[in-house]
């Protein structure tokens, strides 16, 4: 059994290939997707190489019955079934023999090349696997600042109210979610008095007010909220650097107005390494 190259079925591999990298060999998955999803993508990932080793395969087979249809040349027998008569001889049905064999005997003519396969692929049709390959190679990263600067979201909650007492100690660590709730939110004023920490990536906006952000997600990438806490007291990093922050809460306004937000008043700013789960989970 021989394997017959061909766009299609290297397309197949190289998106399985790329699959089972980001799910099966490394974490990368979840730049894109939740924990749970990853059984399906690595089954996904056989699926497509399976059909793409199976599809060239039946192309191998394909073109041998092509070939082999190839090396009948037309002409070699007669349309009703007797043998060539030499050439000069006449047939015996009356019928004067066409010169050379170039005509057939019915009096239609062979059609002009006889066995050219139009199967083949057109070679252009190679540059659909580079995509493919770039993205085994290079998996694109996580949503970063850019995501986060335009589509900013405000955490859903059920209206004003109080919320559970936070745990003893500081500095508390909280997501950027949980923080930026309480902070618009919580008629308790659970923060108040209290150092928390947060974590995330840099983004800022156009008058120079920097955030530390992270990104809620769903299910997958495409369902994003961004979920954005204001730092003062602090020079801003360089945009998509991942920092943790403790500092305090400042109170801007009245819970449940538009004049709360969440404010973080910084007391120190650590660069760190970015995680391998970089969003926030509902």
């Known amino acids: 059994m021989r394997l017959r190259l061909g766009p299609q079925g290297v397309l197949l591999i190289l998106c ?25 993508l690595v089954v996904s990932g056989v699926v497509l190489i399976v059909l793409g080793v199976v599809g060239m395969v039946r192309r191998d087979h394909e073109d041998e019955r092509s070939e082999a249809h190839d090396h009948h040349e037309p002409g070699d027998e007669w349309s009703d079934g007797h043998d060539q008569p030499e050439h000069g001889d006449e047939r015996t049905d009356g019928h ?17 090349h006889v ?13 659909l696997t580079a995509p ?3 993205l085994l190679l290079f998996p694109p990263p996580a949503l970063g600042s850019y995501s986060a600067e335009r ?3 405000r955490v859903a909650a059920q ?5 559970p007492k936070l745990p003893a100690g500081d500095p508390v660590d909280l997501t950027v979610g949980a923080f930026a709730s309480r902070a618009e939110w919580d008629t308790g004023a659970s923060l108040k008095g209290r150092t928390v920490r947060l974590t995330g990536f840099v983004t800022r906006d156009d008058g120079g007010v920097w955030y530390v952000a992270r990104l809620l997600v769903a299910c997958c990438a495409a369902d994003v909220q961004a979920l954005k ?8 990093p360089a945009a998509d650097t991942w920092v943790t922050v403790t ?23 650590q660069r760190i390494s970015a995680p391998s789960d970089p969003y926030e989970k509902r």
């Open 16 to 40: 399985g290939a790329a699959l089972l990298r980001i799910a099966l060999f490394s974490e990368l998955y979840l730049r894109y997707v939740k924990e749970g999803l990853r059984p399906y």
């Open 96 to 112: 004067d023999q066409h010169e050379h064999g170039d005509e057939r005997t019915d009096g239609h003519d062979l059609p002009e």
């Open 115 to 127: 066995g050219h396969d139009h199967t083949r692929n057109p070679r252009i049709a190679w540059l």
């Open 132 to 134: 493919a390959l770039a």
């Open 151 to 153: 589509e900013e979201a």
């Open 159 to 163: 209206g004003t109210g109080t919320f």
């Open 229 to 236: 806490v204001e730092i003062r007291g602090a020079d801003a």
């Open 247 to 269: 500092g305090t809460w400042r109170p801007t306004g009245k819970p449940g107005s538009e004049a709360a937000r969440p404010v973080l008043d910084a007391a120190s700013v």
